[in-house]
């Protein structure tokens, strides 16, 4: 594959995963115990598990057209955020006790849902509301997406080159070696975008209804500038080769 | 979020000193790994704790301004830019023909990748922490020479094809990410306040730095003689460096004897 085209995919990558994660409704410690709403952990840790489900359903579809390799990233990150949402839910509900709740809204958007008489005084929102469990399985699936291309884009540069595209044996299973740089890489690229766009939200976000919302085209630019410069580092991966 | 926001207060322990035993210790560490099968990737996985104990005094300068976003998060980040710039250096040492370039080529991207996202991150963001980029560049040097030296320690080697065989295609790059991380964060996320003590964090640095060199010699090869050093020598340093932190946290705490416990609910 073209150099150039690497990075290319790359970027568009790192923009799309930086994206994702501004849907993602991440609560942060208030969350944790339940005086915001939201998943309470820290977008590092959403980010851990959905991108490495979506590498890992990517990276089952290797050698498949490249919109099945995205599809598979995109359906493995959705279903890692979406369980993690849910049974956060249960434990939010039957757990802590709270009715999932957010104070950002008046209605939910999506269900039209009095918000207001269900958040508890002096907290921010409490659980997993409807708006925000449809915007993080967004957030999963341009998150999923955007691992995937980056897979793809550095699986299909690293194939061509005869020392990384040798399968090596161990305890009697062929392992490639391009899956597995590529797969590291890509997972680099989702942790580091992961970050800048959590920097860029400032820790916590609800999803697409939360005014930090706003702030995406900020998050995007610095998601784009970081993932050209990583496009480029790993350009270096591609023209020297392993042996 | 973080407790810690304010940041910038004094630190017992000079910036310099500890960013000199994580380069210097690191480095020497990792370049001398294939000069002896045994003390070689000993010492590779020496010079790896030695940058964990300067990416943790790091990390505890950055984030102690608060970055909004816990801890943890400049943690992953950082030694996913070391895996992505030790991968690319190590691969371009290869392109220059010596693999002796590989791996101070790895630190110096893994540190100007670092820098270009902090300086995103100051310019186009607009966070306010006066450290950032110097800290983060710190920062992601640092998990770069750690995660070479605990590859180094398992392959026994520093080329790319050695490291690519053992390390990436087996799938311990991963739990070498995953561990670096633990080993790198969690020292300053666990004593951050108020009342933390440096000194006191990098003695829990050494401690996880020090479990995290056990586990590589399990990796390594337990019942190898490369594999075996470095899981005991692991094992036996952790121990002291717990003990060290252990002792220094009993020494600081405040004793609950000034108050006695909390009463019981029906004394109330």
Redesign the interface.
Same mark, same amino acid.
């Given at each position: 594959m073209d150099p150039l085209l690497m990075i290319g995919a790359v970027t568009v990558a790192g923009v799309l995963i930086g994206g994702g994660v501004h849907f993602l409704p991440v609560g942060g410690a208030p969350a944790a115990i339940a005086t915001a709403t939201g998943v309470g952990t820290g977008t590092a840790m959403l980010a851990a598990g959905s991108a490495m489900t979506g590498l890992i359903t990517a990276a089952a579809m290797t050698g498949e057209p490249l919109w099945l390799i995205l599809a598979g990233g995109a359906v493995g990150s959705m279903l890692m955020i979406g369980i993690t949402m849910m049974v956060g839910n249960w434990v939010y509900v039957w757990g802590v006790g709270t009715v999932p709740a957010s104070a950002k809204v008046e209605t939910d958007p999506i269900t039209k849902y009095n918000q207001e008489k269900y958040v508890s005084p002096g907290t921010e929102g409490h659980g997993i509301p409807t708006v925000c469990f449809v915007s993080g399985i967004i957030g999963g699936l341009l998150g999923g997406i955007g691992g995937g291309l980056a897979y793809w884009a550095m699986y299909q540069s690293l194939i061509g080159i005869a020392s990384y595209a040798t399968p090596l044996k161990y305890a009697g299973v062929e392992l490639v070696p391009a899956a597995m740089v590529a797969g590291i890489f890509a997972l680099g690229l989702f942790f580091v975008n992961a970050v800048i766009a959590s920097y860029n939200i400032g820790g916590t976000i609800e999803g697409f209804h939360d005014p930090k919302f706003k702030r995406i085209p900020k998050g995007a630019l610095a998601c784009l500038i970081a993932s050209l410069v990583t496009g480029l580092i790993g350009v270096l991966l591609i023209q020297g080769g392993a042996f | *979020?973080s407790v810690a926001a304010g940041g910038g207060g004094e630190s017992g322990v000079d910036p310099k000193m500890t960013a000199g035993i994580g380069i210097i210790g690191g480095l020497i560490g990792v370049y001398l790994t294939p000069y002896h099968p045994v003390l070689g990737p000993l010492l590779a996985s020496l010079g790896a704790v030695c940058a964990i104990i300067w990416g943790a005094d790091a990390i505890a300068r950055v984030a102690s301004y608060g970055?909004? #976003?816990?801890v943890?998060? !400049?943690?992953?980040?950082s +030694?996913? =830019?070391g895996? !992505?710039?030790v991968?690319?250096?190590?691969?371009? %040492? =290869? *392109?220059l023909g010596n693999a002796l370039f590989g791996p101070i080529m790895g630190v110096i991207?893994s540190a @100007?990748?670092g820098g270009? @996202?902090a300086i =995103?991150?100051k310019k =186009? !963001? %607009? *966070?306010k922490i006066p450290v950032l980029v110097t800290g983060t560049m710190e920062l992601t040097a640092a998990s770069a020479i750690s995660v070479l030296g605990f590859s180094a320690a398992i392959a026994g080697g520093i080329g *790319?094809?050695a490291i690519? $065989?053992s390390v +990436? $295609? #087996?799938?311990f !790059? %991963?739990l070498l990410?995953i561990m670096n991380t633990m080993a790198i964060q969690h020292p300053f996320n666990a004593c951050l306040g108020p009342q933390e003590n440096r000194v006191r964090t990098l003695k829990l640095a050494a401690s996880t730095g020090f479990i995290s060199m056990a586990v590589v010699g399990i990796l390594g090869g337990l019942f190898t003689s490369k594999g075996a050093a470095i899981t005991i020598i692991g094992a036996i340093a952790w121990f002291i460096a717990m003990r060290m932190f252990l002792k220094a946290s009993k020494e600081e705490a405040a004793s609950v004897a000034w108050s006695g416990m909390w009463p019981k609910e029906e004394e109330l």
């Open positions: - | *979020m970055l909004g #976003t816990g943890p998060s !400049i943690g992953y980040m +030694v996913a =830019v895996a !992505i710039g991968l690319a250096g190590l691969a371009g %040492g =290869v *392109m991207l @100007i990748l270009v @996202i =995103v991150g =186009v !963001i %607009g *966070m *790319m094809e690519a $065989t +990436v $295609t #087996t799938g !790059i %991963g990410f």
